[in-house]
C-alpha cells in the first residue's frame, strides 16, 4: 500500500520570504501523480500543484514550485514571496493510476503560519 | 455555479439515528469520491464511484451506505451513527482517463457531530 509522509507538522515563514514544505512516500508503482492541496480554515480543499510521476521536470505555478525527486521518493513544495494568504494546511497527495480507482492517499497535513 | 456542492454542510445529531449528505457536481465527470476527515485533520479515502458503479470501497462500516442515482450524484447514507462518525466528510469528483488532469474537486465540506 501505497503511504505518504510530511514530517513537519507546523511551519512558520515571514511575509515575502520562502519556505518549503517535506513531503516524502513510498511505492512501487512505477507510474503515479503527487498534488499539493491547499486547505484554509474554511476548510475549502484547494488543489496547488500536481506533478507527473514520469515527468522529468518539475512543476510551477506562479509563486509555488516542486522538488521532484524520484529516486528518493521526495516531493516538497516551494513557496516564494510567501503572502498572508499562503497561511493554512497543506496537504501532500499520492494517486495511483486508474486501474487503481484514481484514489488519492493522504499525507497528515502541515499547518503553515505566515508572520507579518 | 459552484461545482461540487454538498448538503448540508453543518450536521449535529444524536447517537442512533439515520442521517444523509448528498453531492452533486456539475463538471460532467465520471467519477466520484467521498472522504474523511477526522479530528485530527487525516483524510481517507471512503468511496468511489464511476458511472454509478463502486470501484472503490476502503473497509468502512456497513452502517455507511453511499448511493450514486446517476452519475452526477453521489449521497452518503449512515445508519445509527456513533460518537466516532463525527468528523467532516468530503465530497469529490474527477474525470477518469487515466491523465494527471483528473484533478479532483472537492465539494466544501459538511461537519457531522454527533452527541
Known amino acids: 500500500a501505497q503511504t505518504v509522509t510530511q514530517s513537519q507538522p507546523e511551519m512558520s515563514v515571514q511575509e515575502a520570504e520562502t519556505v518549503t514544505l517535506s513531503c516524502t512516500y513510498d511505492t512501487s508503482e512505477s507510474d503515479y501523480y503527487l498534488f499539493w492541496y491547499k486547505q484554509p480554515p474554511s476548510r475549502q480543499m484547494i488543489l496547488v500543484i500536481r506533478q507527473e510521476a514520469y515527468k522529468q521536470q518539475n512543476a510551477t505555478e506562479n509563486r509555488f514550485s516542486v522538488n521532484f525527486q524520484k529516486a528518493a521518493k521526495s516531493f516538497s513544495l516551494k513557496i516564494s514571496d510567501s503572502q498572508l494568504g499562503d497561511a493554512a494546511m497543506y496537504f501532500c497527495?499520492?494517486?495511483?493510476?486508474?486501474?487503481?480507482?484514481?484514489?488519492?492517499?493522504f499525507g497528515a497535513g502541515t499547518i503553515l503560519r505566515v508572520k507579518s | 455555479d459552484t461545482a461540487v456542492s454538498q448538503t448540508p454542510k453543518y450536521l449535529v445529531t444524536q447517537m442512533g439515528n439515520d442521517k444523509s449528505i448528498k453531492c452533486e457536481q456539475n463538471?460532467?465527470?465520471?467519477?466520484m469520491y467521498w472522504y474523511k476527515q477526522d479530528s485530527k485533520k487525516f483524510l481517507k479515502i471512503m468511496f468511489s464511484y464511476n458511472n454509478k458503479e463502486l470501484i472503490i470501497n476502503e473497509t468502512v462500516p456497513n452502517r455507511f451506505s453511499p448511493k450514486s442515482p446517476d452519475k452526477a450524484h453521489l449521497n452518503l447514507h449512515i445508519n445509527s451513527l456513533e460518537l466516532g462518525d463525527s468528523a467532516v466528510y468530503f465530497c469529490a469528483s474527477s474525470r477518469n482517463r487515466g491523465q494527471v488532469t483528473d484533478t479532483q474537486y472537492f465539494g466544501p465540506g459538511t461537519r457531522l457531530t454527533v452527541l
Open positions: 497527495a499520492y494517486r495511483s493510476g486508474v486501474e487503481y480507482g484514481n484514489k488519492l492517499v
Open positions: 463538471l460532467g465527470h465520471d467519477t
